[in-house]
């Protein structure tokens, strides 16, 4: 019996998995998608209570179906986006998965493609899609003592939410959107400070991440000149931090330079004991799956062009952030990037299936 092999397998069913998705069953060619996680929402299952979006619903929707607009606000809570996110995957029947903890992606050439593997099942394509995203690969920067520190460390992507820190001395450590609003509702419960390496930059009222994203497309593009203000890490005041602002809370003390056994030394040399620190210091690509493929370059990143890797044109990545397609790591990018990309994975696909049929 002859190997099954797809036309394209996507791994990762998170927001940029989803949109890839959606335009492959659109052109109706022969796909599946596998996902790490037991149930739909990608990273957002992973968020904490409290997130909000910083764009409206309407600009933060994957492609063919809007994102119902907030019950509160103009800006959707992490659980609005969770509900959007399982109702796309029912309303386009994708083809998904779960769970599956894809383990490698390695060159096959007894049938001339890739294969795919969770170290119990192997699976065979044409092309593979890379979505597994960043949240699994968080950050937390090298500090002198830290592995001294008998205090808690947590890194926002698994902060849950205030009332583990409540009446406790917490330092947050972060100048961007994850930073202000985790800070701004510690604030309220806990002795805490929000500890930026530079000023925080807060954008007027009306700018949200709608106009972030086509900031950071229009520099990719060479055209930052003529975009909008700000940048993607710029602090948008959504409702929670517009009230800290409001109340004086928001403001931030510049960076410690160690850790002691039980707090930090400050930049003047006096030390303080803390209970926690909070790192708000973002994510890599989590590419280790393509590892046998030996296409990751030492800062982590894959030589693409449009998506599609240049050692390895089989293989294409979405949503892991500006190199591989401008804002592609936000809902509003993963769409745009997918709508964008789709087609020339597409174009690629009938090449190589014509090729193997003469």
Same mark, same amino acid.
């Given at each position: 019996?002859?190997?099954?092999?797809?036309?394209?397998?996507?791994?990762?069913? *998170?927001?940029?998995?989803?949109?890839?998705?959606?335009?492959?069953?659109?052109?109706?060619?022969? =796909?599946?998608?596998?996902?790490?996680?037991?149930?739909?929402?990608?990273?957002?299952?992973?968020?904490?209570?409290?997130?909000?979006?910083?764009?409206?619903?309407?600009?933060?929707?994957?492609?063919?179906?809007?994102?119902?607009?907030?019950?509160?606000?103009?800006?959707?809570?992490?659980?609005?986006?969770?509900?959007?996110?399982?109702?796309?995957?029912?309303?386009?029947?994708?083809?998904?998965?779960?769970?599956?903890?894809?383990?490698?992606?390695?060159?096959?050439?007894?049938?001339?493609?890739?294969?795919?593997?969770?170290?119990?099942?192997?699976?065979?394509?044409?092309?593979?899609?890379?979505?597994?995203?960043?949240?699994?690969?968080? +950050?937390?920067?090298?500090?002198?003592?830290?592995?001294? =520190?008998?205090?808690?460390?947590?890194?926002?992507?698994?902060?849950?939410?205030?009332?583990?820190?409540? *009446?406790?001395?917490?330092?947050?450590? !972060?100048?961007?959107?994850?930073?202000?609003?985790?800070?701004?509702?510690?604030?309220?419960?806990?002795?805490?400070?929000?500890?930026?390496?530079?000023?925080?930059?807060?954008?007027?009222?009306?700018?949200?991440?709608?106009?972030? =994203?086509?900031?950071?497309?229009?520099?990719?593009?060479?055209?930052?000149?003529?975009?909008?203000? !700000?940048?993607?890490?710029?602090?948008?005041?959504?409702?929670?931090?517009?009230?800290?602002?409001?109340? *004086?809370?928001?403001?931030? +003390?510049?960076?410690?330079?160690?850790?002691?056994?039980?707090?930090?030394?400050?930049?003047?040399?006096?030390?303080? +004991?803390?209970?926690?620190?909070?790192?708000?210091?973002?994510?890599?690509?989590?590419?280790?799956?393509?590892?046998?493929?030996?296409?990751?370059?030492?800062?982590?990143?894959? +030589?693409?062009?449009?998506?599609?890797?240049?050692?390895?044109?089989?293989?294409?990545? =979405?949503?892991?952030?500006?190199?591989?397609?401008?804002?592609?790591?936000?809902?509003?990018?993963?769409?745009?990037?997918?709508?964008?990309?789709?087609?020339?994975?597409?174009?690629?696909?009938?090449?190589?299936?014509?090729?193997?049929?003469?």
């Amino acid at each position: 019996m002859a190997a099954k092999i797809f036309d394209v397998i996507v791994i990762g069913a *998170g927001q940029a998995g989803l949109s890839v998705g959606y335009y492959l069953k659109r052109a109706d060619v022969d =796909f599946i998608i596998l996902d790490n996680q037991t149930q739909s929402g990608g990273a957002w299952l992973h968020t904490w209570p409290s997130l909000r979006l910083f764009s409206p619903a309407l600009m933060s929707s994957l492609p063919g179906k809007l994102m119902p607009k907030a019950k509160e606000g103009q800006y959707p809570h992490r659980n609005e986006v969770l509900s959007y996110l399982a109702e796309y995957e029912r309303h386009y029947q994708l083809p998904i998965y779960r769970p599956h903890q894809v383990q490698s992606v390695e060159r096959d050439t007894v049938h001339n493609c890739l294969k795919v593997s969770d170290g119990k099942y192997s699976w065979l394509a044409k092309t593979v899609v890379s979505a597994t995203g960043t949240w699994s690969n968080p +950050q937390i920067p090298e500090i002198e003592g830290h592995q001294a =520190f008998t205090g808690e460390q947590c890194h926002s992507a698994h902060y849950a939410g205030v009332e583990h820190y409540r *009446g406790k001395r917490v330092l947050i450590v !972060g100048g961007g959107n994850s930073g202000a609003q985790i800070y701004a509702e510690l604030a309220e419960v806990a002795n805490a400070s929000w500890i930026t390496r530079g000023p925080p930059l807060f954008l007027p009222d009306e700018v949200d991440g709608r106009v972030l =994203f086509e900031r950071a497309t229009a520099r990719i593009n060479g055209n930052d000149g003529d975009a909008p203000v !700000g940048g993607i890490g710029d602090i948008v005041m959504v409702p929670p931090v517009k009230a800290a602002l409001d109340k *004086g809370l928001l403001t931030s +003390q510049p960076m410690f330079s160690g850790f002691t056994d039980n707090g930090v030394i400050w930049p003047d040399g006096n030390e303080e +004991q803390v209970d926690a620190v909070i790192w708000c210091t973002g994510f890599k690509a989590e590419l280790a799956h393509l590892t046998p493929l030996n296409l990751v370059e030492s800062d982590g990143k894959v +030589q693409v062009v449009n998506g599609q890797a240049v050692k390895e044109p089989r293989l294409w990545l =979405f949503g892991y952030g500006d190199w591989a397609s401008p804002g592609s790591a936000t809902l509003i990018g993963a769409g745009r990037s997918a709508r964008e990309n789709v087609p020339a994975m597409l174009g690629f696909l009938t090449e190589i299936t014509q090729r193997s049929n003469e």
